[in-house]
């Protein structure tokens, strides 16, 4: 096979060797843009795991890599506030990083000795005509590829610049640790990402927000002037050393922004993209030469597999292009999610720095969800056991002598203490007749209270007959419902310290449908009941057209509302969420996918807010003084600027807030059926955590959340105060008795009827975590 490879750097030359190890015959030139030597990077990092797989592929170049990487297996953290000075350090990471420009030397001369032709300075157009002769060509040219512009449409690109500025420099300055270094200047936070690659250098990049930027005036300064400013700022972690650019072919500033970039096709006709050229990966993760290596050896694969003709896109070769992007998509996708996430923490940083210095340095270290609490527990036990202990004793307010988990710390809303931070989340049951709750729904939230969840919060309990979603919905428009709830809270009230909560809702516009079994969302086939709304737009073109609310009617709704806490106080609950989330009435109200009023309650965001709460502070006026009241809502319609985005739930819970709400339970969607949610693990705690740490107030996250790990790491990052589990609830009412027992708490969550179970269950976990050690 004929190929030619368009860029000559780490991508390019290791596809190159990797196809001549397969296949000697095969003809391979690599057309490099600069000359030999050239280089406009500094170090590279690897982790273990990518030398192991690039030592399977060629030992040769790998063994010459591995006698003169750098190792290190610290994290330092520091701090400068402008009042004080703090540095945090935890262990166990195991990084690996070696020189760019020396990285291109080892695979530049194992190339060769492949016979891979390299011819420098040639630049190479996309239409260029020597390029028909080869069977494939390879686009590693870089985020910047030429080749990936000339096909843009067929390649379908999507590119996304982040916010921050940075810039990478280099120094002669030492550092045994993978350093952070976060410095509060006259003109804001500016922060370093050092690293050894070599004996004598380390890579040191220098990043800051654009308003930071502006200020210091670096746009306007030659590279020499930054480096001297730079200096200045992190004088005290650079020992005296000089910093250094390597970009003087660049004139002006160095500082860029950085490129997210996604491909959904990686080849047209006989091109396809490798590395940078399809995808891109922020520098905080370290791992964008990583993903072009790994493309490399799988395009290598593919290619070489039996069935592949030469000729352009002919016989297999069209296959094995389809093959080399479907294999190696998903672990591409899951990188750039956790790079998605480390790149926004740190265009976000000032939500986090006015943490604890290890909560801090915990959330940095957590912040790509790709380390968790139990893999820092095996990265660096006793560090993990401090940050928990110290955790545990803020929320204690003493002192502990063990390390207590996040998840079993007790928190505080007004008057009510909660036991621990995991929350049994409402689920519908569709179980009641009338409204009532029955036997069913005693034992559904009894069974929770003994098994140990800190709050349990009831489905969606509706102020109205026709506020229900279906026949099946419970109620508390009267008094006998009341009674029927005050018997389940009772039973609630009998496990010392487990707490109840109501959820009081409206349908509006989502009522009258089926059971969930039987349609969810459907109209019921007969028995229907008017259904109400801001404006008169069906939830579905299946659903009925709702009428539009006036204000008379809006009123006697209000009043719905505030009957309802006045029958939750009687019914014994110990807090109220008011339900303005998933499309139902007050969550249409707040979403222009279903608002459309022209008066004082439509359009701006303040208006559709009005009536919401209106009703709130209504309820709020009745219910109790010392009992808490939350509020859940959708942080995300999930329709782009068309419905609520992140950025205006923050608004909306500054809003309710600023109403006197005690707790924001954050969810998103299901407000339109024109939604397109992304999901994936704990996919809405951002949306907490980003309410939580900017609006400061507490949140609940909710959402794909199943694991302890996953509890854990959102209440010890501080992205979430509690944290809500429904399905994991549905299938283990003993939930968190058994993460109790994973974790050997010894003052556990239990009855003590049920305390023998307890201990002979957690001696059991024990042993057969010993067992599964000793293997």
């Known amino acids: ?18 196809m001549k190890l397969r296949d000697p015959g095969h003809d391979v030139t690599v057309f490099e843009r600069n000359r030999v030597g050239d280089t406009f990077g500094w170090g590279v990092v690897f982790s273990d795991q990518t030398m192991e797989r690039l030592s399977e592929n060629d030992p040769v170049s790998a063994r010459t890599m591995i006698d003169e990487l750098a190792h290190w297996d610290d994290i330092d953290v520091h701090v400068d506030d402008g009042a004080r000075k703090v540095k945090t350090s935890s262990t166990g990471h195991g990084f690996i990083g070696i020189g760019r420009k020396r990285l ?21 157009e996309p239409d260029s005509a020597f390029l028909a002769g080869y069977d494939l060509v390879i686009a590693a040219d870089g985020l910047n590829s030429k080749l990936r512009r000339r096909y843009e449409a067929s390649f379908e690109t999507d590119i996304d610049v982040k916010r921050n500025k940075f810039v990478w420099l280099g120094t002669h300055q030492r550092f045994d640790a993978f350093t952070f270094a976060f410095v509060n200047t006259e003109h804001g936070w500016i922060w370093a990402h050092a690293y050894q690659f070599d004996k004598d250098t380390a890579t040191f990049i220098v990043e800051c927000s654009p308003e930071v930027y502006k200020k210091f005036g670096f746009g306007e300064m030659s590279q020499e002037e930054t480096c001297r400013l730079c200096e200045k700022i992190f004088a005290d972690y650079l020992g005296g050393h000089e910093l250094m650019t390597n970009a003087a072919h660049i004139r002006g500033s160095a500082w860029i922004n950085f490129p997210r970039i996604i491909c959904r096709k990686w080849s047209h006709e006989n091109i396809v993209l490798l590395g940078d050229a399809a995808h891109t990966a922020h520098f905080s993760i370290g791992s964008g030469t990583k993903l072009a290596l790994e493309d490399a050896i799988k395009l290598a694969e593919v290619v070489n597999r039996p069935g592949i003709q030469s000729g352009g896109q002919t016989g297999g070769l069209a296959d094995a292009l389809s093959e080399y992007q479907e294999e190696r998509q998903l672990e591409v996708v899951k990188l750039q999610n956790a790079a998605r996430n480390s790149t926004e923490w740190f265009e976000h940083l000032d939500r986090y720095l006015k943490m604890d210095p290890m909560q801090f340095a915990y959330t940095l270290l957590t912040r790509s969800q790709r380390v968790s609490h139990e893999n820092l527990r095996l990265r660096d036990p006793a560090w993990l056991a401090e940050l928990e202990k110290t955790l545990a004793e803020a929320a204690f307010g003493r002192p502990v002598e063990e390390p207590i988990p996040p998840m079993f710390t007790p928190f505080r809303l007004r008057e009510m203490s909660i036991r621990n931070r995991v929350v049994m989340s409402p689920m519908a049951m569709y179980s009641a007749v009338d409204g009532l709750p029955d036997d069913f729904h005693l034992v559904h939230y009894g069974a929770r209270a003994l098994g140990g969840a800190g709050l349990i919060i009831t489905e969606m309990t509706c102020v109205s007959p026709e506020g229900r979603i279906t026949p099946g919905c419970t109620g508390i428009w009267n008094d006998e419902q009341a009674v029927a709830w005050r018997r389940i809270t009772d039973f609630v009230h009998r496990t010392p310290e487990a707490r109840i909560c109501l959820q009081i809702g409206h349908s509006g516009s989502k009522g009258s449908t089926r059971v969930a079994w039987e349609g969810i969302d459907k109209p019921l086939e007969s028995g229907n009941w008017p259904v109400v709304a801001p404006s008169a737009i069906p939830y579905s073109p299946d659903n009925q057209v709702p009428i539009a609310l006036d204000r008379a009617a809006m009123d006697v709704v209000r009043e719905t509302f505030v009957a309802a806490a006045h029958r939750a106080e009687a019914a014994g609950f110990d807090m109220i969420e008011l339900h303005c989330a998933h499309g139902y009435l007050l969550s249409g109200f707040i979403s222009p996918t279903q608002n459309r009023r022209t008066d004082d309650y439509g359009g701006s965001l303040d208006n559709r807010l009005r009536y919401p709460l209106e009703i709130f502070r209504a309820m709020r006026a009745v219910w109790p003084a010392h009992k808490p009241m939350s509020v859940r809502i959708s942080a995300h319609d999930w329709v782009g600027e068309e419905g609520v985005t992140p950025e205006e739930a923050v608004l909306i819970a500054r809003a309710f807030k600023e109403a006197g709400v005690d707790l924001v339970d954050v969810s998103s969607g299901q407000v339109t059926k024109a939604e397109k949610p992304v999901y994936g693990r704990m996919f809405q705690t951002p949306f907490s955590d980003q309410i939580r740490n900017e609006v400061d107030i507490p949140t609940i996250a909710v959402g794909n959340i199943f694991e302890i790990d996953h509890v854990n790491s959102i209440i010890a990052a501080g992205r979430a105060d509690l944290c809500a589990l429904a399905r994991p609830h549905q299938m283990d009412a003993n939930w968190t008795i058994h993460a109790a027992a994973a974790q050997q708490l010894k003052e556990a969550p239990v009855p003590n009827q049920y305390k023998s179970g307890y201990f002979q269950l957690a001696l059991n976990l024990s042993r057969a975590a010993q067992m599964a050690a000793a293997k």
């Open 104 to 124: 291109l030397d080892i695979l530049q001369r194992r190339a060769a000795e492949l016979g891979v032709r390299i011819e420098y300075q040639v630049e190479v």
């Open 1 to 18: 096979m004929k190929i030619a490879c368009v860029g000559g750097g780490p991508a390019g030359l290791y596809f190159a060797i990797s």
